[in-house]
């Protein structure tokens, strides 16, 4: 998983990317997607295996500012539940994450596997320290060895193995792209979108404008093309899809998403723990309180504190601001909750930018076409990216290639609800 860093790097060769296309027009039906994070990447994978798909008449080209799944994609908890939301989306994505993982051997190739999920309640103030003469037993569950009972004051279930799993997200995502590869019809480029070109009538979206990452090569001129200035490169597509997340309203000013920062740790415990999910509640003082949810994967433990909006989304996911100081609270209160990653190593310590709808009647996401021709978006998943990314990508792909989503009802996602895009006057 790559580390949040001010250093970007360029893929080698054998990564399969370019900075810039791989074909020239050659009257297949090109669609675009924007964004190389989970999202894009199952889009693009659910297009190729679309009944309606044939490398002979559609390609793909998966556009990336620095490199697939190098934001959230890459820095979630990865936790897949039935009791996400939304609705619409929950069960088919769900179900789609237990076909895959059959399919390809999930739990060795991205570390699936189904657990289960307690909250936990827990006073560390200095008063409960003091008068606490000896720790009652709570009853944790037998296999839950690796948590201190003694600051923990109650428990509960709140779902098992039959409705929780999880992945570890940024293997997820390559495993996918590599699958998505490998009809031959897909193409990553290395490059940053800096804007959509509209139609003269401004109805419709024609093509993308990006500046070329890790290459100094001319562009094809059929489907790239320079501009005046030798660096940016315009591409036409017949179909553009927006996966961008927390970057979406840069391409898109009008649209209701946005980022909220969230700050996450991994550590390797001194000892191999079960599998379970923790969303705790801890006392710090009066009225002071943390909440630190807690994920034991295979080979280490993903901690992550709540989400802040003390900084706008930066440029790419390379420039996003990690808090030393929110970092080292999280390995703080974790290893009060636990010896095991108290004296465990810490692996990770980063921050990525979550994309969240700000309309108070939706919890997003939007997924479909916008108000612009040929324009889609599948944007604003929160925290349930990872969980909502298989079911994403399949209705997408029907909606791309039938006009309509058939596995699922997305029509209350619709984007045209929401908002309406275009061109920026003087544009």
């Known amino acids: 998983m790559p580390s949040a860093s001010n250093t970007r790097t360029v893929p080698s060769a054998d990564s399969r990317m370019s900075s810039l296309s791989s074909s020239a027009d050659d009257g297949r039906t090109h669609i675009i997607i924007v964004g190389a994070g989970i999202i894009g990447v199952c889009t693009a994978y659910y297009l190729t295996r679309h009944p309606k798909f044939s490398p002979k008449t559609h390609k793909i080209t998966l556009i990336e500012s620095t490199r697939p799944a190098s934001g959230a994609s890459g820095k979630a908890g990865g936790l897949l539940a039935l009791w996400a939301f939304p609705s619409q989306l929950?069960?088919?994505?769900?179900?789609?994450?237990?076909?895959?993982a059959e399919q390809y051997n999930g739990v060795d190739e991205w570390a699936y596997r189904r657990l289960e999920t307690v909250s936990l309640e827990g006073n560390l103030s200095k008063t409960a320290r003091v008068t606490k003469k000896k720790s009652i037993d709570i009853g944790l569950p037998e296999d839950l060895d690796w948590v201190r009972s003694d600051i923990m004051e109650s428990w509960s279930s709140l779902s098992g193995k039959d409705s929780t799993a999880q992945v570890h997200p940024y293997k997820f995502t390559m495993f996918m792209l590599r699958r998505a590869q490998e009809s031959g019809a897909v193409n990553l480029v290395l490059g940053k979108v800096q804007k959509l070109n509209y139609s003269s009538k401004g109805n419709a979206v024609e093509s993308v404008v990006y500046d070329p990452v890790g290459s100094s090569a001319e562009p094809f001129s059929s489907e790239s093309k320079a501009t005046s200035d030798g660096q940016s490169c315009t591409m036409k597509g017949d179909k553009i899809v927006i996966t961008v997340g927390p970057w979406t309203s840069r391409l898109l000013p009008t649209c209701p998403v946005s980022g909220l920062r969230a700050h996450s740790v991994t550590i390797t415990p001194s000892r191999p723990v079960s599998a379970y999910a923790l969303f705790t509640e801890l006392k710090l003082a009066r009225g002071k309180y943390i909440s630190p949810e807690i994920y034991a994967r295979k080979d280490e433990v993903y901690i992550c504190g709540e989400g802040d909006n003390y900084v706008e989304v930066p440029d790419t996911a390379d420039d996003v601001e990690v808090l030393k100081e929110r970092c080292e609270e999280l390995v703080k209160y974790a290893g009060i909750c636990s010896k095991e990653l108290q004296s465990g190593k810490i692996t990770r310590r980063q921050a990525c930018y979550l994309p969240?709808?700000?309309?108070?009647?939706?919890?997003?996401?939007?997924?479909?076409?916008?108000?612009?021709?040929?324009?889609?978006?599948?944007?604003?998943?929160?925290?349930?990216?990872?969980?909502?990314?298989?079911?994403?990508?399949?209705?997408?792909?029907?909606?791309?290639?039938?006009?309509?989503?058939?596995?699922?009802?997305?029509?209350?996602?619709?984007?045209?609800?929401?908002?309406?895009?275009?061109p920026l006057p003087g544009e």
Not at 90 to 100: G, I, R, T, W
Request: proline share 8%; glycine share 10%; with cysteine.
């Open 90 to 100: 929950v069960p088919l994505s769900f179900k789609l994450h237990e076909e895959l």
């Open 356 to 422: 969240v709808v700000d309309v108070p009647s939706a919890s997003g996401p939007l997924i479909g076409p916008t108000t612009s021709q040929n324009l889609y978006m599948a944007s604003g998943h929160s925290c349930w990216g990872i969980n909502n990314a298989p079911g994403t990508g399949k209705v997408m792909a029907e909606i791309l290639l039938e006009g309509e989503a058939k596995s699922a009802d997305v029509s209350a996602l619709d984007p045209r609800r929401y908002f309406v895009c275009g």
